[in-house]
């Protein structure tokens, strides 16, 4: 599919409607329909206030609108030309399942928002060209797998309030990490073999009020 028509009559998308479809460079919609816009490349639901979809052909550098709830799946999926996004959205709360998935130029994303905040499962696997990642919010959760396969990842900033939990199949794979900052007022866990693979690794700073260590944590780490 590489165009896609939305009418006035139109009322909703079902998540995952856009998986592979990465000749999707083409949308319009009708002048008169209420609850949809196309701008920037992006395909807004304004009364969810949801990213449904991107165009396939977007490039460069992607700012997600103001008031933003959620990113929804797919919705970037094999956007190949996107290098970095940027989120003005303070509202946002969720970027979902395979959101960014083969996303394969992305190199920086940064997310900042007073919402408590859910990264979801493989919502940016396979963006293997991935280097900078950076995630403020008063409560950020982590799926297991959200950067599955993003072997690049050199240097990672977290901030956010409540208690954060680092497992070690989240960061285990970080082969080219080289500098991690990890900011909260509350409670940090570092779970077992956690950096165990970053040979790279130069600098860890963790800033929090109390930090609990498993074994091996650095284990083939050299700084």
Request: hydrophobic share 35%; aromatic share 10%; with cysteine.
């Amino acid at each position: 599919m590489s165009k896609l028509s939305i009418s006035a009559s139109f009322e909703n998308f079902d998540d995952g409607w856009c998986k592979n479809v990465p000749n999707l460079n083409q949308i319009e919609v009708d002048s008169n329909i209420k609850n949809f816009i196309y701008n920037n490349g992006l395909l807004i639901d304004k009364n969810k206030n949801e990213i449904v979809v991107a165009g396939r052909d977007l490039i460069g550098i992607v700012k997600t609108p103001s008031q933003i709830k959620r990113i929804c799946p797919y919705s970037f999926d094999q956007c190949t030309k996107i290098k970095s996004v940027n989120c003005q959205s303070t509202e946002l709360e969720a970027i979902d399942t395979l959101s960014f998935n083969k996303s394969i130029e992305l190199e920086k994303i940064a997310f900042q928002t007073s919402k408590n905040m859910k990264i979801n499962q493989l919502c940016f696997s396979n963006c293997s060209n991935l280097k900078s990642i950076f995630f403020m919010s008063p409560k950020l959760s982590f799926n297991d797998v959200a950067f599955d396969s993003c072997l690049s990842i050199s240097n990672v900033k977290i901030s956010c309030k409540n208690n954060i939990s680092v497992f070690s199949y989240l960061l285990n794979d970080y082969i080219s990490l080289k500098y991690i900052k990890i900011s909260t007022k509350s409670n940090l866990y570092l779970t077992e073999d956690c950096f165990s693979n970053a040979t790279k690794l130069e600098v860890a700073i963790f800033e929090t009020k109390n930090i609990n260590f498993e074994k091996n944590l650095f284990e083939k780490c050299t700084m």
